[in-house]
């Protein structure tokens, strides 16, 4: 038995610290109705000392008081708010905060990464290829090996597996550099090893014959995900990488584009015939591929600029910039890296891509709920109050209509917390 994390690290401890974080994060609305409340109870003891003087009637200026109280105003965004976290929290997605739940109300445009999100990002090694006749494919998987060994790519992860799998001795490097979305360099044995994508060996001056494009094309046009690798300022070969698409890719997206009115577009660093290979799968039409971490940021910022209010769903480590730059983002809780996750505002624990539509729901129906709370409350508390000025109340009825204007409200946030939401959580289903 092995212990991975301990103490704070720990994913229950990180649980807990969340849900503490949500509590403290108030919505925008919520800010909104405490400000209106503030600026009530002064207006509240102006008119009851108005009424008394006009009227000498304590009686009436008292009832004035009991009533213009705004505890349902003030109730109506918390109450909603933690009675969805609460809803949500069955279901398996954890939101940190009531903003990032309101925000999501709002969201009109969803942005993806593919590897680790639409797909299970359990990548098996499929091919093999040397380009080199004096490099075997044995030598060419124990160079690249060594290279990707201290990488936090699902790639370079998916490679040392295989490896290890196989009885190979994984070696660890002299030296190591990772550049995000491009790849890694490795020093062993006075030996320099690149493995990353054909951009990256441009820059360090190395360029695929014809032969080889030949080879990496015909991978990519199968769906399968490519790194070169290249020994000493030359390309020796290339690992191909099988993914498969999560069961319920499709029947999430037709969700969100069809039922919840939802633009949804894919941002992957993956060459765009693989990236298109699968966007048509899953009838994504928005396309946005071989990307760099700070591209995904200057498309999220394109969409937020044109008037969209965007949500990144992602669960990398080169997903982390977008995650934040997006108005709202959800991370994959169960296989997304810990950078990721902390990057996020919601995270979904059992890496269920199925509850996105589920989510979008549950926070739009969440924001009706605030809205008419609101909206109701203020009704009640202005039929009150003109009561309470012509003495058609006493503070006893006034008091027990203002408690009926706060128990509605509850009411109503309690409704979320058993709403039916069946029909958006999708059960297992294969898309063919």
Known sequence: MKATKVGKDSSLEKLIRMVEEA??????????????????????????????????????????????????????????????IGQATKQGVLIKSGQALEIMGKVDCITFDKTGTLTYGNLKVSDIISFDKN????????????????????IGKAIVEYAKDEGYNVNDPDEFVMIPGKGVKATYKQNTIY??????????????????????????QE?????????????????????????????????????????VELLTGDNHKAANYFARKIGIKNIHSELLPENKVEIVEELKNNGKTVCMVGDGVNDAPALKTADVSVAMGGMGSDIAIEAADIALLGDDIEKLPYLKKLSNSTLFIIHLSITLSMMINAVAITCSVLGLLNP?????????GSCLVVLLAASLYNMDFSNYIKKSQKDT
Not at 28 to 53: H, M, N, S
Not at 142 to 152: A, C, G, P
Not at 396 to 404: K, R, S, W
């Open 396 to 404: 006893i009825t006034g008091a027990l209509v203002h408690n009926i």
């Open 223 to 263: 769906g399968k995900v490519s790194i070169i690798v290249a020994l000493n300022d030359k390309i020796i070969g290339t690992i191909g990488l099988s993914d498969v698409l999560r069961e319920n890719s499709r029947s999430v997206v037709s969700s969100l584009q069809e039922d919840l009115n939802t633009t």
């Open 23 to 84: 509590d403290k994060k108030q919505a925008p609305t919520q800010r909104i109705a405490d400000k209106w409340a503030t600026w009530l109870v002064p207006i509240a003891l102006a008119i009851a000392v108005g009424a008394y003087i006009f009227t000498w009637n304590i009686e009436r200026a008292v009832t004035i008081l009991v009533v213009f109280c705004p505890c349902a105003l003030i109730l109506a965004t918390p109450t909603a708010i933690m009675a969805a």
């Open 195 to 220: 493995s990353g994508t054909v951009n990256f060996m441009k820059e360090n001056n190395m360029q695929p014959t014809g032969y080889e494009n030949e080879r990496l094309d015909k991978l990519r």
């Open 135 to 154: 490099i075997s494919q044995n030598e060419l998987l124990q160079y690249v090996t060594i290279s990707e060994v201290k990488s936090e790519h699902p």
